[in-house]
T-cell receptor
């Protein structure tokens, strides 16, 4: 069983469109994350979310919004896509307050905006 | 202010031991030191974690001196399949959320040469 799964794996879309990436974890973790990895391979946290708090990285445009229908899912919605949004997006999950920094990552979604 | 500093890249021949050192001068008393491995086109994978002294698992060893201001990831007898980016993480506590964020630096790109 895949611990953290993302769909789709690849997403090609035109500028201005709205798209969503889904993430599901079957580990029973209470915290989920979204990361963006750009062409320079820097991994930047976008959001972390548990049932208590949504933490947003202040550099993330408000076109990006996480939606969590339940504890096992954290979907990423992106409105009005721009060329600069092209990147690989990773979902991850962890348990507890994260002090042990042990998280499980999905395989990533490669988003290409044309 | 960068929480960790690592070499950008390292090369090694197959069969050699590789040591990657990470500096974390401002590590907090409660912080763990955690290392992740990322292969191309995959999400980061937790490989080892420690608080002090030495930790060893089936993949690597982690050496942490008494002052904890640095740590060294040791990979014994590397093979071509160990070519990856290795990230060193320490705690990034978000007081607003009361939780830790997994903040990745630039990592060390290890290239294993035949």
């Amino acid at each position: 069983d895949t611990a953290v799964s993302q769909t789709p794996k690849y997403l090609v879309t035109q500028m201005g469109n709205d798209k969503s990436i889904k993430c599901e974890q079957n580990l029973g973790h209470d915290t989920m994350y979204w990361y963006k990895q750009d062409s320079k391979k820097f991994l930047k946290i976008m959001f972390s979310y548990n049932n208590k708090e949504l933490i947003i990285n202040e550099t993330v445009p408000n076109r990006f919004s996480p939606k969590s229908p339940d504890k096992a899912h954290l979907n990423l919605h992106i409105n009005s896509l721009e060329l600069g949004d092209s990147a690989v997006y990773f979902c991850a999950s962890s348990q507890g307050d994260g002090r042990r920094l042990e998280a499980f990552f999905g395989q990533g979604t490669r988003l290409t905006v044309v | 202010l960068a929480k960790t500093t690592q070499p950008i890249s390292m090369d090694s021949y197959e069969g050699q031991e590789v040591n990657i050192t990470c500096s974390h001068n401002n590590i907090a008393t409660n912080d763990y030191i955690t290392w992740y491995q990322q292969f191309p086109s995959q999400g980061p994978r937790f490989i080892i974690q420690g608080y002090k002294t030495k930790v060893t698992n089936e993949v690597a060893s982690l050496f942490i001196p008494a002052d904890r201001k640095s740590s060294t990831l040791s990979l014994p007898r590397v093979s071509l399949s160990d070519t990856a980016v290795y990230y060193c993480l320490v705690g990034d506590y978000h007081s607003g959320a009361g939780s830790y964020q997994l903040t990745f630096g630039k990592g060390t790109k290890l290239s294993v040469i035949p």
